[in-house]
């Protein structure tokens, strides 16, 4: 079975940074296109930006509230997916979920809390 | 990027109801459409993909149909299971987004 464990979400003051990651097991993570998404309190979903698989290119894309402060990375041999996040603002608070899918989100994690407050 | 909404954000239903949910894109987006049920505290799970495939392992009772920019999900006999929170999106362009959800509660 496909499983998703995100850790590392934390209380930080706005301006600061933030790495969350996510290891994966149940398919070939290497093959896979992985995506973050997340949901702020009592909202709906904003997909957050996606890496593709290294034989697809390994590149990135970004949602434009992230982009430029936000980093996804993978390291294959550790069938771990990263999400660095810097100068946070009290608006990226909410759950950080990473998932499986090119486009389409078809295995989800459990989530991680990341709260930015002063 | 394409904007999805959905209607209603909130519906109550009895068990054994008919329900149908709508979802409508800014722009035509094929039939790239997904649904997802999201139960409290939980992470979302996938429905339906491509407007009206079922994911394996989900029952019948649920369906989806459209194409363009008016999709619809339909739960033919809801069941005490399906109180949950429902999210479409869209996955036609580069930059995937979703619907704000709609919440299936008891009447």
């Known amino acids: 079975d496909v499983q998703l464990v995100e850790s590392g979400g934390d209380l930080v003051k706005p301006g600061g940074s933030l790495r969350l990651s996510c290891v994966a097991s149940?398919?070939?993570?290497?093959?896979?296109?992985m995506n973050w998404v997340r949901q702020a309190p009592g909202k709906g979903l904003e997909w957050v930006g996606r890496i593709k698989s290294k034989p697809d290119g390994g590149t990135t894309d970004y949602a434009t509230p992230v982009k430029g402060r936000f980093t996804i990375s993978r390291d294959d041999s550790k069938t771990t997916l990263y999400l660095q996040m810097n100068s946070l603002k009290t608006e990226d608070t909410a759950v950080y979920y990473c998932?499986?899918?090119?486009?389409?989100?078809?295995?989800w994690g459990q989530g991680t809390l990341v709260s930015v407050s002063s | 990027d394409i904007q999805m909404t959905q209607s209603p954000s909130t519906l109550s239903a009895s068990v054994g109801d008919r329900v149908t949910i709508t979802c409508r894109a800014s722009q035509s987006i094929s039939d790239w459409l997904a649904w997802y049920q999201q139960k409290p505290g939980k992470a979302p799970k996938l429905l339906i993909y491509k407007a009206s495939i079922l994911e394996s392992g989900v029952p019948s009772r649920f369906s989806g149909s459209g194409s363009g920019t008016e999709f619809t999900l339909t739960i033919s006999s809801l069941q005490p299971d399906d109180f949950a929170t429902y999210h479409c999106?869209?996955?036609?362009?580069?930059?995937?987004?979703f619907g704000q959800g709609t919440k299936v509660e008891i009447k």
């Open positions: 149940g398919f070939t993570f290497s093959n896979a296109w």
């Open positions: 998932t499986t899918g090119i486009q389409l989100c078809s295995n």
């Open positions: 999106q869209q996955y036609n362009s580069y930059s995937p987004t």
